[in-house]
């Protein structure tokens, strides 16, 4: 299994309160990505990165920051989290386009967050 | 941006017997990978197979293969000797590989195996 780790698993937090995410690899893979999967909707890109401190939006990127100040981890934070990012976030991490095994998109556990 | 669709929310098979789930996509590159991914009820996203595009030949895993129409732009999966471990959602995925080497993906098929 590709080490990648996301914590917490879970979180229950109120709205209006700021919410970190963190993921780690141990890869030395160069993209990390942060999505969040919905029912209806499948995964969904918020952030991405592509190398330390090199970082792009994605389709629902409103509401969330993200930062990447060393090569292994990347961090998601909800500013003031609301009741519509209640979703579960799962952290992937890639390499490039060189052998097999770098193509692919490899992925953390997930969190599920609950906004109450 | 591209976009990846998968249009049946949920499949049935019988075990043992074949099923295949369709994935299509919309794209004006020419080069850039295709995957489907597996996610049990544990969650845990698991690559089931890999394409590249500009492969002609089809994918194959063991029980799994792929049929890649690359100019209908047609991604489906073919699972074969269907068994209890399968029933899972299913994800169609498409990487870019000149857009910031994104991964975009489909709203997932979930498929159930009847024994």
């Known amino acids: 299994d590709a080490g990648i780790t996301q914590s917490p698993r879970h979180k229950v937090t109120e709205t209006g309160t700021p919410v970190t995410l963190r993921c780690h690899q141990t890869?030395?893979?160069?993209?990390m990505y942060w999505y969040r999967q919905d029912p209806g909707h499948g995964l969904r890109l918020i952030h991405y990165s592509y190398g330390v401190k090199d970082t792009d939006k994605g389709e629902v990127s409103d509401g969330y920051s993200v930062s990447r100040s060393k090569t292994e981890d990347f961090l998601l934070t909800l500013e003031s989290a609301t009741s519509s990012q209640t979703s579960v976030y799962f952290c992937a991490i890639s390499g490039g386009f060189g052998k097999r095994g770098d193509t692919e998109a490899f992925f953390g556990q997930g969190t599920r967050l609950t906004v109450v | 941006a591209q976009t990846v669709t998968q249009s049946q929310p949920e499949m049935s098979v019988q075990e043992a017997e074949t099923v295949t789930l369709s994935c299509t996509y919309d794209t004006s590159e020419s080069d850039y990978y295709l995957f489907w991914y597996k996610q049990p009820p544990s969650r845990q996203m698991i690559l089931v197979i890999r394409q590249e595009a500009y492969k002609q030949q089809n994918a194959t895993e063991n029980r799994f293969s792929v049929n890649f129409q690359k100019a209908a732009k047609s991604f489906s999966l073919k699972i074969s000797d269907s068994q209890l471990g399968d029933a899972a959602m299913y994800f169609c995925a498409y990487r870019s590989v000149n857009t910031g080497n994104q991964f975009y993906f489909g709203t997932g098929t979930s498929l159930t195996v009847i024994p």
């Open positions: 890869e030395n893979h160069r993209y």
